[in-house]
């Protein structure tokens, strides 16, 4: 597959307005630089994974874009305006990470929350369909703090929808949720953006970012390390494990063969990654090393992230 | 915008008129505390040339909006800080500062109706017989200058985490109720306690009940020192909440 790092971003429409756009913005907490001279863009509708290690700059980065942070460097621009003025328009919806909190307020019904929740922004989403977005029905009479972690965060949900925004931001929607909340949640945010809105999410779970997202955005130490659709990034960096037994590996020899990104040897056992696999394989045969038990295999997500993270950067880096 | 604030008012003032947590500590103690001081002192007793009977209404009037004002700020709004949702509706198009003057104006309203209560208590069960338009005055004056009360809670909630904040909210309830002159007439105490008594806002808001009752006028010294922890105070709130807010906690 060729690797032009233009290719990467294939959702961007020239001439599009964005629904953001970070240009060069920096932050830091004293000393420690948690974004470091972003850029990223994102069109109208998209939907797009923040993907990175804890400590990365997710919630950093969606701080910045809501206007809870200001950039110490560079700009910020929300819907064509800044964070703050379009948050304050109620066309930004967001879901915040709480830390142990539910992030609901105490001694009142879900309803009630939902119905002030509404009465916040100029032009909400009828009660009703937010209820239906959310799938909150049958949690209305119940008191916020009788509820399951997944059902906190259908809640939560809901009230970051409630003034039928154009953008939603959810950092990390589906921490404290089992597996089959998990599922429920990523299918209404699927319904949710197919109504042409914009959604940024972050996470860490690699899977969800590649299965939801029609764009994934991979940061690390604030930074942009890659940029695009979750199969692209899956191509980008070692695709293919190769793996044999050999003699006696020799590890130079092994690491100048065509498409090797790297190479691991544990006795006679030898895993080569690699770009381009059967280069591997015929350059092998090529140079007369002797091997057995061939298997190829291809990488998932987890290896790309973490060959992204690690080091090199791939696709639009900034 | 207006709409979004007053739906935001109504939603705090319902989550304190809902919760019997709340309404016990704050109509509980003051009511409770009247019926048992009034016996403390003869029925003919005059304080400060008031009746001790409506000398104690005033008191308690004053002691219950302290509790409620703490009460409703507090380890409550600490709670809340803590949990996110202060976080929420930051994201949410109503203003930075509402989250926190819609707080203070939420505990005023709830003081009003523990005032009220405790006056009809007064007049309930310790005779005590004002005009209308005394029993209006009364209440409005003493409503008023109750604001350091509301101020106080909020900066505390502001201030200490949950867990702190309960400790803190008992301490200084009893600290200016016992001080401040509400539970034992001032005039009982050490003079060097009737000298601290005057540095707190306890004391000044009954003494504004008493003056309105004993016809003598107010001494602006009242109004001056309950003006001066207002002031205090919002500057103290404003502070913190700034700085929360440029971490991007507020």
Partial sequence: MPLKPTALNLSRQPGAVAALRFDGASHHYGSYVAVDDLCLEVAGGETVALLGPNGAGKSTTISLLLGLLRPHSGSIE?????????????RVGAMLQTGPGSGLPAGVKVGATLQL??????????FDVTVERAGIGELLDRQTHRLSGGQVQSVRF?????????????????????????????KMLRQFSREGRTVLFATHHLHEADQIADRVVVINHGRVVADGPGAMLKAC?????????????????????????????????????????????????????????LEVTGAGLED?????????AVGRSA | MTASL????????GRLLRSWKFLIITVGFPVTFYMLFLGNQSSGT?????????????????????????????????????????????????????????????????????????????????????????????????WASALPFALLGVFVGYLVNAET???????????????????????????????????????????????????????AQHWIVLGGYALVLSAAILLKHRVEEGRGLA
């Avoid at chain 1, 929607?173 to 089992?178: G, K, L, N």
């Avoid at chain 2, 380890?75 to 003057?101: D, F, H, K, N």
């Avoid at chain 2, 029993?135 to 409005?140: E, R």
Wanted: aromatic share 10%.
């Fill in chain 2, 165 to 219: 904040a309960f400790p803190v909210v008992i301490a200084l309830m009893f600290v200016l109720g016992y001080f401040g002159g509400l539970f034992d007439p001032l005039a009982n105490m050490p003079s060097a306690l009737q000298t601290a008594a005057k540095a707190l806002p306890s004391y000044h808001n009954a003494s504004l009940g008493v003056a309105f009752l004993d016809g003598q006028g107010f001494d």
């Fill in chain 2, 6 to 13: 007053v739906a935001f008012g109504r939603f705090e003032v």
């Fill in chain 2, 46 to 142: 005059l304080v400060d040339s008031v009746s001790w009977r409506a000398y104690l209404m005033v008191t308690m009037c004053s002691f219950g909006a302290l509790v409620a004002g703490l009460t409703a700020g507090g380890a409550r709004l600490s709670a809340e800080r803590a949990s996110g949702w202060a976080r929420q509706l930051r994201v949410t198009p109503i203003p930075a500062w509402s989250y926190v003057v819609t707080k203070v104006a939420a505990s005023m309203l709830v003081i009003l109706p523990v005032m009220v209560l405790v006056d009809v208590v007064g007049a309930v069960f310790g005779g005590v017989n004002l005009s209308i338009g005394n029993w209006f005055g009364l209440t409005a004056v003493m």
């Fill in chain 1, 158 to 186: 809901a009230i970051a929808i409630a003034g039928d925004p154009e953008l939603v931001f959810l950092d990390e929607p589906t921490a404290a949720m089992d597996v089959a909340a998990r599922r429920s949640f990523w």
């Fill in chain 1, 237 to 293: 960096v070692a695709s293919r494990r190769v793996r044999f037994v050999c003699e006696r590996p020799d590890r130079a020899q092994l690491d100048g063969l065509e498409g090797v990104t790297d190479v691991e040897i544990h006795g006679h056992g030898v895993t080569l990654g690699s770009l381009d696999a059967d280069a591997t394989v015929r350059a092998l045969v090529r140079q007369r090393i002797a091997f057995t038990d």
């Fill in chain 1, 304 to 312: 790309a992230f973490v060959a992204l993270t690690e080091g090199g």
């Fill in chain 1, 78 to 90: 929300v819907l064509g305006t800044t964070p703050r003025k379009a948050v304050a328009q109620g």
């Fill in chain 1, 117 to 126: 929740a509404r009465r916040l922004y100029p032009r909400p989403a009828p």
